[in-house]
């Protein structure tokens, strides 16, 4: 499979690309589509969260405990004193950099269910709910945002599976099929959960239907 360099270039690269495009369309504003081509970057490195040593699942988990730490104690800087603040962020930084990581290793498997389309149509929703209910996003934004790290996930996929193909021999390696696929057959139980939480997320996405024909119009 590609490496983490491989990974984090090639996304950089097309998230970029897309993000400018956008620009010079006029869709977005220069410091949103900066924002779209973060989360594409991502994206591209974040179907190796599963995997525990990896460098994106502790450079992920680092970020996520860093910025949710960081958010609550902006929400709470009026409301406590400066010691609780602090306690409070180590106290989150620790629970998710070290506690949810492990969770997550625990009940995951490499190459298993989140190196699959289902978990990068999960991550877009996700990305979408976030971006609108609690970034107060627009419609249109909000389904760009998970477009991009949608993209960004796929491209990761993509890349691992050529790089189990062997063109100089011509043959197939043994762990081709095993990233990009609609989702693992193997895990039935976490292929459920993650068709349950897609359709849950969607339900919760701001009018896809008419951001859809934005989209059709737009191309």
Same mark, same amino acid.
């Given at each position: 499979?590609?490496?983490?360099?491989?990974?984090?270039? %090639?996304?950089? =690269?097309?998230? @970029?690309?897309?993000?400018?495009?956008? *620009?010079?369309?006029?869709?977005?504003?220069?410091?949103?589509?900066?924002?779209?081509?973060?989360?594409?970057?991502? @994206?591209?490195?974040?179907?190796?969260?599963?995997?525990?040593?990896?460098?994106?699942?502790?450079?992920?988990?680092?970020?996520?405990? #860093?910025?949710?730490?960081? /958010?609550? %104690?902006?929400?709470?800087?009026?409301? /406590?004193?400066?010691?609780?603040?602090?306690?409070? $962020? +180590?106290?989150?930084?620790?629970?998710?950099?070290?506690?949810?990581?492990?969770? #997550?290793? &625990? &009940?995951?498997?490499?190459?298993?269910?989140? !190196?699959?389309?289902?978990?990068? *149509? /999960?991550? @877009?929703?996700?990305? %979408?709910?976030?971006? !609108?209910? +609690?970034? !107060?996003?627009?419609?249109?934004?909000? $389904?760009?945002?998970?477009?991009?790290?949608? @993209?960004?996930?796929? =491209?990761?996929?993509?890349?691992?599976?050529?790089?189990?193909?062997?063109?100089?021999?011509?043959?197939?390696?043994?762990?081709?099929?095993?990233?990009?696929?609609?989702?693992?057959?193997?895990?039935?139980?976490?292929? =459920?959960?993650?068709?349950?939480?897609?359709?849950?997320?969607?339900? +919760?996405?701001? !009018?896809?239907?008419?951001?859809?024909?934005?989209?059709?119009?737009?191309?």
């Amino acid at each position: 499979m590609a490496n983490f360099n491989t990974h984090l270039t %090639v996304a950089t =690269i097309a998230s @970029g690309t897309c993000a400018i495009s956008i *620009v010079f369309k006029n869709i977005v504003p220069f410091d949103t589509a900066i924002v779209l081509w973060i989360l594409g970057t991502l @994206g591209g490195i974040l179907p190796d969260i599963d995997a525990p040593i990896s460098i994106p699942s502790r450079f992920l988990f680092t970020i996520l405990a #860093v910025l949710l730490a960081s /958010l609550f %104690v902006i929400l709470q800087l009026n409301t /406590l004193f400066w010691a609780d603040l602090i306690g409070a $962020w +180590l106290v989150i930084y620790a629970c998710i950099r070290y506690g949810l990581s492990k969770f #997550v290793a &625990f &009940f995951t498997t490499h190459r298993g269910n989140f !190196h699959s389309i289902l978990a990068a *149509v /999960l991550f @877009g929703l996700i990305a %979408v709910v976030i971006a !609108h209910h +609690l970034l !107060h996003a627009t419609d249109l934004l909000a $389904w760009y945002a998970g477009f991009f790290l949608t @993209g960004g996930y796929l =491209i990761h996929l993509l890349l691992d599976e050529l790089y189990s193909i062997d063109f100089a021999n011509l043959r197939l390696k043994k762990s081709f099929g095993s990233a990009f696929k609609i989702a693992s057959l193997r895990y039935p139980l976490s292929t =459920i959960l993650l068709v349950i939480a897609s359709l849950g997320m969607f339900t +919760l996405t701001p !009018h896809p239907e008419q951001v859809i024909q934005q989209l059709l119009r737009i191309f």
